[in-house]
């Protein structure tokens, strides 16, 4: 179980290490009204989307992106009011405990958006290429899939962590250890030893 916690922190921390890197290219009122955008996008038109497909196995999930889409975009409002700027140990604190609340919930919630957008963009794609397609189904899952990607960016956007930076990324470190271990030893050369054929000779 620890392993796979440290697998998923992991993957957390290289993704979010990959919009800390764009996020610092974007001035910060860009950035977040971008942000506060991209939760309406989330929210509104993935949730309609889903809601159209009159499938009830979506249902729990376009709940769960509008509650995640709220909170991501009162947190996009706050970094506009520059209450977000506060750093403790590289990551975004606040003195607020409501705030250090979403920011917790965004921070735990926002890969498992990244992985169900991705699911319902595969799922949409498989739609799409049967037999008999059923187009709209596969136009409404596609539209919430790329609608809960956009959220989800967004999520990682609101919580910029720049000490990422200062390291190596994870595909990096991955082949700094695979190439360490096929890495192969210096050969030995043997060293000659001397024969005597008497003390005598030896001293």
Same mark, same amino acid.
């Given at each position: 179980?620890?392993?796979?916690? *440290?697998?998923?922190?992991?993957?957390?921390?290289?993704?979010?290490?990959?919009?800390?890197?764009?996020?610092?290219?974007?001035?910060?009122?860009?950035?977040?009204?971008?942000?506060?955008?991209? #939760?309406?996008?989330?929210?509104?038109?993935?949730?309609? #989307?889903?809601? @159209?497909?009159?499938?009830?196995?979506?249902?729990?999930?376009?709940?769960?992106?509008?509650? @995640?889409?709220?909170?991501?975009?009162?947190?996009?409002?706050?970094?506009?009011?520059g209450e977000?700027?506060?750093?403790?140990?590289?990551e975004t604190?606040?003195?607020?405990? $409501?705030?250090?609340?979403? *920011?917790?919930?965004?921070?735990?919630?926002?890969?498992?958006?990244?992985?169900?957008?991705?699911?319902?963009?595969?799922?949409?794609?498989?739609? @799409?290429? *049967?037999?008999?397609?059923?187009?709209?189904?596969?136009?409404?899952?596609?539209?919430?899939? $790329?609608?809960?990607?956009?959220?989800?960016?967004?999520?990682?956007?609101?919580?910029?962590?720049?000490?990422?930076? *200062?390291?190596?990324?994870?595909?990096?470190?991955?082949?700094?250890?695979?190439?360490?271990?096929?890495?192969?030893?210096?050969?030995? $050369?043997?060293?000659? $030893?001397?024969?005597?054929?008497?003390?005598?000779?030896?001293?």
């Amino acid at each position: 179980m620890n392993k796979l916690m *440290q697998a998923y922190t992991s993957l957390d921390e290289e993704i979010l290490r990959y919009y800390t890197k764009l996020g610092m290219k974007i001035p910060e009122k860009t950035l977040y009204k971008t942000t506060r955008a991209a #939760s309406y996008i989330g929210g509104v038109i993935g949730g309609t #989307s889903l809601l @159209f497909t009159n499938h009830i196995a979506f249902l729990p999930f376009m709940g769960g992106g509008t509650f @995640f889409a709220g909170i991501n975009l009162s947190l996009s409002d706050l970094g506009l009011e520059g209450e977000l700027e506060e750093e403790t140990n590289g990551e975004t604190k606040s003195m607020n405990p $409501v705030v250090n609340f979403a *920011q917790n919930v965004v921070r735990n919630t926002r890969l498992p958006v990244l992985a169900g957008s991705i699911a319902l963009g595969a799922i949409s794609y498989n739609l @799409f290429n *049967q037999e008999t397609p059923d187009l709209e189904k596969a136009i409404l899952l596609g539209v919430a899939g $790329v609608s809960y990607f956009t959220l989800a960016s967004a999520m990682y956007l609101n919580d910029r962590k720049p000490k990422l930076l *200062q390291r190596d990324s994870l595909l990096t470190q991955v082949y700094h250890k695979v190439k360490n271990a096929l890495t192969l030893p210096p050969e030995r $050369v043997p060293v000659p $030893v001397r024969k005597y054929s008497t003390l005598e000779s030896a001293l």
